[in-house]
T-cell receptor
């Protein structure tokens, strides 16, 4: 079974600075998808970014980018020019590329942004 | 609709009662998923459907939990004889197809007294 580990329960960043959130996962599969979801205090679950394992190029979405290290099974999220609205809980998630498309989530990390 | 809609938003009920949680996915989305999220934790998979067919129910904790999607659109998650340990946020997600990203609803906060 796949597992996703987010070992840092909390992080803090100064507004306008850059922060990196860590995630590792365990799988025996060679093809899969990885995601970062944001959960603000409103309790929504918002997709931030997605990475296909077969793509070597790291995904980017505006201020958000990932560092995908397939051999190390590491998938970190970098937030540049942090804004107050980035304060939220962030979840890393794994999905197999096979028939079963369920998501496996990590425990999440709470990010606070200091003004 | 524009997004995944879940109702009710909050549900408080007494232990032993049955509850039914509703999910209305994004129009045209084939796949529908149910997750449960405890406070301070990540969502945990319960079950999912493609169209009306339940593809995987391995995450349902026990036989008090069941789900259906009879017409391939709206889904209902039913919990019978509720227990305090069932208290959690129940989230529904849908995707255009199984390989597309999942879009989540705002969840139903269930509290069992």
């Amino acid at each position: 079974a796949q597992t996703v580990t987010q070992s840092q329960p909390e992080m803090s960043v100064q507004e306008a600075e850059t922060v990196t959130l860590s995630c590792t996962y365990d799988t025996s599969e060679s093809d899969y998808y990885l995601f970062w979801y944001k959960q603000p205090p409103s309790r929504q679950m918002i997709l931030v970014i997605r990475q296909e394992a077969y793509k070597q190029q790291n995904a980017t979405e505006n201020r958000f980018s990932v560092n995908f290290q397939k051999a190390a099974k590491s998938f970190s999220l970098k937030i540049s020019d942090s804004q107050l609205g980035d304060a939220a809980m962030y979840f890393c998630a794994y999905r197999s590329s096979g028939a079963n498309s369920k998501l496996t989530f990590g425990k999440g990390i709470t990010l606070s942004v200091r003004p | 609709g524009a997004g995944v809609s879940q109702s009710p938003r909050y549900k408080v009920t007494k232990r032993g009662q049955d509850v039914a949680l509703r999910c209305d996915p994004i129009s045209g989305h084939v796949s529908l998923y149910w997750y449960r999220q405890a406070l301070g934790q990540g969502p945990e998979f319960l079950t999912y459907f493609n169209y009306e067919a339940q593809q995987d129910k391995s995450g349902l904790p026990n036989d008090r939990f069941s789900a259906e999607r009879p017409e391939g659109s709206i889904s209902t998650l039913t919990i019978q004889r509720t227990e305090q340990r069932d208290s959690a946020m129940y989230r529904c997600a849908s995707s255009l197809s199984p390989d597309q990203p999942q879009h989540f609803g705002d969840g139903t906060r269930l509290s069992i007294l």
